[in-house]
């Protein structure tokens, strides 16, 4: 499943420890904006984490997860030398 994650974090602390974890689940494609491939499991892992670690207030933050269909990552583009949106980018461990 692909996924926009965007975030808007008053809190300086709590928004870095967000994009911390964010790094770890997908490419940041913006200053508060990633894409991300999840399953059902690993959704709900990092759903879990960012209330666990309390990483937002309810009354002032906003973390908004999009869902993208597979057939419209195919209308997706950027006007950028950057890799498209969701390309599949070679990683070495």
């Given at each position: ?21 964010l790094?770890k ?60 949106p ?8």
């Open positions: 499943m692909h996924y926009i994650i965007a975030y808007d974090i008053t809190d300086n602390k709590k928004r870095n420890k967000l994009s911390t974890l790094d689940y997908g490419i940041r494609v913006n200053y508060s904006v990633y894409e991300c491939q999840f399953n059902k499991t690993k959704l709900k892992n990092l759903i879990s984490k960012i209330k666990e670690l309390n990483l937002y207030d309810k009354k002032t933050d906003s973390i908004r997860f999009y869902h993208i269909h597979k057939n419209s990552i195919n209308n997706s583009f950027e006007l950028s030398t950057k890799p498209q969701f390309e599949a980018l070679d990683m070495f461990i």
